[in-house]
């Protein structure tokens, strides 16, 4: 059975799969940027939880990073499309069905991004703040 933060990656992953662009968790950069846009589910920290003693509780603010990649002549309004889709998806259910108590995503950083002999790329981190609450650190 999986833990409550892997349950709650993987259906952070399923609201990214929504967006019309490909979704993956903890790949590489392929070689090929699909034309709709690649994002990259990266597991991220979970920091340094505030705990309760009664009843035992860990508080986390797991920050999960969203790696945005967009290519072709078009980029910067793929971008922003993409940008504004996934900002969507989160806000249609900021709980994850239950299982945070709140789903928050931060502004991206974008870069343009040179590739020798090829279109440029368009890509951003984007931080993504889960907030919830565990009975064990390792459950």
């Known amino acids: 059975m999986p833990t409550p933060r892997e349950t709650i990656l993987q259906a952070l992953l399923a609201a990214l799969q929504t967006v019309p662009a490909t979704a993956l968790r903890g790949d590489v950069l392929p070689e090929r940027v699909p034309a709709e846009g690649l994002l990259i589910l990266r597991d991220g920290e979970p920091g340094e939880p505030e705990v309760t003693l009664s009843p035992l509780a860990y ?34 259910d900021r709980t994850l069905g239950g299982l945070c108590d709140w789903v928050e995503a931060e502004a991206p950083r974008p870069v343009d991004l040179a590739v020798e002999g090829a279109a440029s790329l368009k890509a951003a981190v984007i931080p993504v703040v889960l907030h919830y609450t565990t009975a064990d650190p390792l459950a």
Do not use: K, M, N, P
Not at 67 to 77: Q, S, T
């Open 59 to 92: 508080h986390y603010q797991h920050r999960a990073e969203i790696e945005v990649v967009v290519l072709g002549a078009d980029r910067d309004a793929t971008f922003d499309t993409l940008c504004a889709s996934i900002g969507a998806a989160l806000a249609a």
